[in-house]
């Protein structure tokens, strides 16, 4: 099974400041890698996939960069909409696995 | 408009079953691998099983493989997860999600359903 790391746990950030969240896979998942949010009381949305393609209708101020192992979450101005839990999942290997999670906080 | 509405949850004792369902509309659901993600309470995101579109693969996690079953009516637009032999740890939300389209097995999940409620407890 890929373990899938995400540093930190939790990210405190002023709005208007740049966040940038980090996931690691424990071996290779090439490109194959997805990034979603998830607000209180609500369903994951989609945001990334494919390490760096932006979902459809997510703002150009979220990127993603990364390949192989090493995979990182960009938030370029952090609006209010934004602070929530972001999960990396892996769609590379069974079983997908995901991250446990970056809580973006607001500072 | 693109949906998935989950049902079946409810409170159920240790060692009972449970049968989720999860009805899709606004798209072509022959077309998508249709997956089941759970999220037990304050905790993070757990795949649970998949299921290909004539279901000819299914995939579970170790945690489900051998109590729990994923099944698929494409007549009916219809996901389902039979699940015997419940434990308390299998409490959770649990999520119907797509598969995005793409042109192998590879893809995130780009639609989700709400959730639905499970809890096993006596």
């Known amino acids: 099974e890929i373990v899938m790391t995400q540093s930190p746990a939790t990210l405190s950030v002023s709005p208007g400041e740049r966040a940038t969240l980090s996931c690691r896979a424990s071996?290779?998942?090439?490109?194959?890698l997805a990034w979603y949010q998830q607000k209180p009381g609500q369903a994951p949305r989609l945001f990334i996939y494919g390490a760096s393609t932006r979902a459809t209708g997510i703002p150009v101020r979220f990127s993603g960069s990364g390949s192989g192992t090493e995979f990182t979450l960009t938030i370029s101005s952090l609006q209010s909409e934004d602070f929530a839990v972001y999960y990396c999942?892996?769609?590379?290997?069974?079983?997908?696995?995901f991250g446990q999670g970056t809580k973006v906080e607001i500072k | 408009e693109v949906q998935l509405v989950e049902s079946g949850g409810g409170l159920v004792k240790p060692g009972g079953s449970l049968r989720l369902s999860c009805a899709a509309s606004g798209f072509t659901f022959t077309s998508h691998t249709m997956n089941w993600v759970r999220q037990a309470p304050g905790k993070g995101l757990e795949w649970v099983s998949s299921i290909s579109t004539s279901s000819s693969y299914m995939y579970y996690a170790d945690s489900v493989k051998g109590r729990f079953t994923i099944s698929r009516d494409n007549a009916k637009n219809s996901l389902y997860l039979q699940m015997n032999s419940l434990r308390a740890e299998d409490t959770a939300v649990y999520y119907c999600?797509?598969?995005?389209?793409?042109?192998?097995?590879?893809?995130?999940?780009?639609?989700w359903g709400r959730g639905t409620m499970v809890t096993v407890s006596s």
């Open positions: 071996q290779s998942v090439s490109s194959d």
């Open positions: 999600a797509r598969k995005r389209l793409t042109g192998d097995h590879l893809g995130p999940f780009d639609i």
């Open positions: 999942q892996q769609y590379n290997n069974w079983p997908r696995t």
